[in-house]
Antibody
Framework: QVQLQESGPGLVKPSETLSLTCTVSGGSISSYYWSWIRQPAGKGLEWIGRIYTSGSTNYNPSLKSRVTMSVDTSKNQFSLKLSSVTAADTAVYYC????????????WGQGTMVTVSS | AIRMTQSPSSFSASTGDRVTITCRASQGISSYLAWYQQKPGKAPKLLIYAASTLQSGVPSRFSGSGSGTDFTLTISCLQSEDFATYYCQQYYSYGLTFGGGTKVEIK
């Protein structure tokens, strides 16, 4: 069955760029939308954006100026870059698959904690 | 952005209870609503999409209803494994938004 695994640095300095990768296993990355969602400790969920395997993207307007997503179909991976990070970007970051037709998230990675601190 | 408001934010219930969680959208979202269950330290799990369609593998004691601005998630007979936090999410417009969550605790 399809599984997702996030990877990347757990600690990022303020003003730098957070970079994460999600590896898709057990199935093809093609023909789906893929998303990033984050959750600060003890708080709710925030959608960051989504990318199609063609490279087409939609971003959360509140983060759009700082977010870049990309996809590498040859590696079955997609990635997130969030620039100019502050402590407010400290959160667990999840990658997820978007259910076709319905923009719900049917498969999630386990999540990776990213702390922004000097 | 469309604001999703869940109520209550938390409550206590007993195994076997019938429980209902409400989610209200700040504007009409048709049936573009999903419900998730999240347990501590785990990723959310999709329960329901399209307001009332049960995701594959989810027990039938979970059900969803509503359209427009008002939605409910019902658990017909609460089981021990159902104590968790539940989130609604709208996908009517971007940015997609989640409710603040409802924590179901053991009485």
């Amino acid at each position: 069955q399809v599984q997702l695994q996030e990877s990347g640095p757990g600690l990022v300095k303020p003003s730098e760029t957070l970079s994460l990768t999600c590896t898709v296993s057990g199935g093809s990355i093609s023909s789906y939308y893929w998303s990033w969602i984050r959750q600060p400790a003890g708080k709710g969920l925030e959608w960051i954006g989504r990318i199609y395997t063609s490279g087409s993207t939609n971003y959360n307007p509140s983060l759009k100026s700082r977010v870049t997503m990309s996809v590498d179909t040859s590696k079955n991976q997609f990635s997130l870059k969030l620039s100019s990070v502050t402590a407010a970007d400290t959160a667990v970051y999840y990658c997820a698959r978007v259910l076709p037709v319905w923009d719900a998230f049917d498969i999630w990675g386990q999540g990776t904690m990213v702390t922004v601190s000097s | 952005a469309i604001r999703m408001t869940q109520s209550p934010s938390s409550f206590s219930a007993s195994t076997g209870d019938r429980v209902t969680i409400t989610c209200r959208a700040s504007q009409g979202i048709s049936s573009y609503l999903a419900w998730y269950q999240q347990k501590p330290g785990k990723a959310p799990k999709l329960l329901i999409y399209a307001a009332s369609t049960l995701q594959s593998g989810v027990p039938s004691r979970f059900s969803g209803s509503g359209s427009g601005t008002d939605f409910t998630l019902t658990i017909s007979c609460l089981q021990s494994e159902d104590f968790a936090t539940y989130y609604c999410q709208q996908y009517y417009s971007y940015g997609l938004t989640f409710g603040g969550g409802t924590k179901v605790e053991i009485k």
